[in-house]
């Protein structure tokens, strides 16, 4: 059975361009999450997709970020215009159930902005 | 607000020892707490868990240990062993509150030594 897959696995931009992360969860998995290292810091909850639904979008930093899902499979995160502070690590985690007690995560993106 | 903290940012231990991985967290709705471990260039990968209701969950040679009246838990490796070398990741959930997002300490990074 395939991992979670991410890409891109880096992507370098400069301030003010537009980026978009891309995310393929385990097939099957209706649960999709969004989380965000920044360096040497805890790894930040963004948001939850149950199918095509945000469940929960409270860990968004502001409306540069968007994410979608379509048709409850791949999800995308948007980010425009980038800024600085929005390097770091971007981890995508999918789980088969709504109480999932463990995500299953993908090796991240890495996204810096100069 | 950081709500689940890892104040030891790494830790050396011998081969063969036992490694103690140190978790704090804040709220009292936190009940369920789980372990991932990392390696470069991938994705945490979840290592076990424990529910509020229990005070010890044992899975080989990890064992996790819940103290609630002290909101602190702990991961124990015994014997460690070099493969162990990683960053450990301490998380929370507040899944009786109807969320399900994660919340994640800085981690650790502990090296066994050969």
């Known amino acids: 059975e395939a991992g979670v897959t991410q890409f891109p696995s880096h992507s370098v931009i400069e301030k003010g361009q537009t980026v978009t992360l891309r995310c393929d969860p385990i097939?099957?998995?209706?649960?999709l999450y969004w989380y965000r290292r920044v360096m040497g810091k805890e790894i930040k909850f963004l948001l939850h997709f149950v199918k095509e639904s945000k469940q929960d979008e409270s860990g968004m930093p502001n409306n540069r970020f968007l994410a979608e899902r379509t048709g409850g499979t791949y999800s995308t995160l948007k980010v425009q215009p980038a800024e600085l502070e929005d390097s770091g690590v971007y981890f995508c985690?999918?789980?088969?159930?709504?109480?999932?007690?463990?995500?299953?995560f993908g090796p991240g993106t890495r996204l810096t902005v100069t | 607000d950081q709500q689940v903290k890892q104040n030891s940012p790494s830790l050396s231990v011998q081969e063969g020892r036992i490694s103690i991985l140190n978790c704090d967290y804040t709220n009292s709705m936190f009940d369920y707490f789980l372990w991932y471990k990392k390696y470069p260039a991938e994705g945490p990968t979840f290592l076990i868990s424990?529910?509020?209701?229990?005070d010890k969950n044992e899975d080989g040679r990890f064992t996790v240990f819940l103290n609630k009246s002290a909101k602190h838990l702990s991961l124990h490796i015994v014997p460690s062993q070099p493969g162990d070398s990683a960053v450990y990741f301490c998380a929370a959930s507040a899944l009786g509150t109807g969320a399900n997002n994660l919340f994640f300490g800085t981690g650790t990074r502990l090296t066994v030594i050969p």
């Open positions: 424990i529910s509020s209701i229990k």
């Open positions: 985690a999918s789980s088969p159930r709504w109480f999932a007690y463990e995500q299953y």
């Open positions: 097939s099957g998995h209706d649960n």
